[in-house]
Every structure is written in structure tokens, then in C-alpha cells.
């Protein structure tokens, strides 16, 4: 919980952390887990995770890995930690046959775009993002619209 609290932090959005040590936790440690975390260490010391889950193509008619959340604590960034948990995850991408290896990145995040663009990775930007929560969720949930 405590890197989930610093991503925020760091993303400039701790005011959108809702969940609790117990969500997360039970949504890790249960009998079908539909997300998935890695953690890195350095000297026997976590320093990061990466937090995914499973998607699916149509288009190409195979699976995928959507990385939800990856953060590095700053002090140990430039050592390799970053690197790693993306690696491993396109070790289990391959592994696993999957097709895609995608997440986001915010716009402003300079470097970060630029330590996913190292790796090979390629912006899509003729997407965008689309969202319905709160009231509006409880709206189109009961279809009064």
C-alpha cells in the first residue's frame, strides 16, 4: 500500500486513493485473482512493484497484459529496478503466447514516456480514454438515461 500511496503521490492525484490495505489484499490473495502484482528488490529490499491483470483482443484473437500501475521508489531510480519488472512481464507475455503488452502513461510524465520509449514502447495517441464512475456508473447500471 505504501508504493500505492507514493504513485499517487508522485502522479500529483493521492486525493484519488480510495482503496485500503485490506481491498488491495484481498484482491491479491484470493482463490481466482483477476489482477496480479511483482515486486522488485534491490539488496533484499522491495523497491518497486508493477501491478496487472489480463486483457483480451478481438483483433488479434489473443490475450494480453494490461500493466495497471509500475512505480520505482525515487531514490533507487536509474538502477535497473524499472527495467526489470517490464522485462519480466514481456518474458510472460512471450512465455504465455500474449499478444500485447499496453498500459498508460500521463501525457506530463516526461520521464517516464521516455524510460517506455527506451524499451520500444509506441504511444497511441488516436485513442483516447474514456471513463464512467460515481453517478454516472449508477445511472447506466439502472438504465435511467
Not at 494490461?66 to 527495467?83: H, N, P, Q
Amino acid at each position: 500500500m505504501d508504493f500505492v500511496v507514493a504513485l499517487a503521490k508522485y502522479e500529483k492525484l493521492e486525493h484519488e486513493v480510495k482503496a485500503r490495505k485490506e481491498d488491495i489484499g484481498r484482491d491479491l490473495f484470493c482463490d481466482n485473482p483477476r489482477v496480479f502484482c511483482d515486486i522488485v528488490e534491490i539488496d533484499a529490499k522491495p523497491v518497486g512493484f508493477a501491478l496487472y491483470y489480463y486483457t483480451y483482443s478481438t483483433f488479434r484473437g489473443r490475450h494480453g497484459i494490461w500493466l495497471e500501475d509500475l512505480f520505482i521508489d525515487l531514490k533507487v531510480r536509474g538502477l535497473g529496478a524499472g527495467k526489470a519488472l517490464m522485462a519480466h512481464l514481456a518474458k510472460r507475455c512471450k512465455k504465455e503466447g500474449l499478444a500485447r503488452f499496453e498500459w498508460w502513461v500521463l501525457d506530463w510524465n516526461k520521464p517516464s514516456i521516455d524510460f517506455y520509449q527506451s524499451l520500444g514502447a509506441v504511444l497511441q495517441d488516436e485513442w483516447s480514454v474514456c471513463r464512467i464512475d460515481g453517478e454516472a456508473l449508477n445511472k447506466l447500471a439502472s438504465n435511467n438515461i
